[in-house]
């Protein structure tokens, strides 16, 4: 809790050496919780949500943000790259994600062991899962654009 106003808030510090400390930035979660809300209230109650978390969610710190939108009741996550759903995956977060990026051999066998949605764009793509689920014994669910 911020002694101050009595918010939530995530800082993270980025230093130069361990000795000082550059630049550093405050995330004030309620704030996002809030912003997730007010969207949230000009929805039908059937329309579902995925909140956009890539690239560490444009700098706001992708786990803190995710934690933030889902316990509002956002329905799933989205990120760039498998290796991004990977670390949210390794940080406890179990909610669906999907990746925007298409898949690609370098990362598809990750992709499913987690359990990410994947983008595909081909049948070679859709083959390349087929084959990595089958090896694994792990189901896996894409999105065909």
């Known amino acids: 809790m911020n002694r101050y106003t009595g918010m939530d808030r995530i800082t993270a510090e980025r230093s130069l050496s361990d000795m ?70 390794e940080k406890g977060i179990t909610a669906p994600i999907l990746v925007l990026s298409a898949v690609t051999g370098y990362d598809v066998r990750d992709a499913i062991l987690n359990h990410l949605i994947q983008t595909v764009c081909s049948a070679d793509m859709v083959h390349m899962c087929e084959k990595i689920s089958a090896e694994t014994g792990t189901e896996f669910l894409v999105l065909m654009i």
């Open 20 to 89: 000082e400390a550059r630049n550093y930035r405050i995330i004030h979660t309620d704030i996002i919780r809030n912003n997730y809300l007010q969207i949230r209230k000009t929805l039908p109650d059937e329309v579902r949500t995925l909140a956009v978390v890539k690239s560490d969610a444009y700098g706001h710190g992708a786990y803190e943000v995710s934690r933030t939108v889902l316990a509002a009741g956002a329905d799933m996550l989205a990120v760039a790259t498998a290796g991004e759903g990977t670390e949210l995956r």
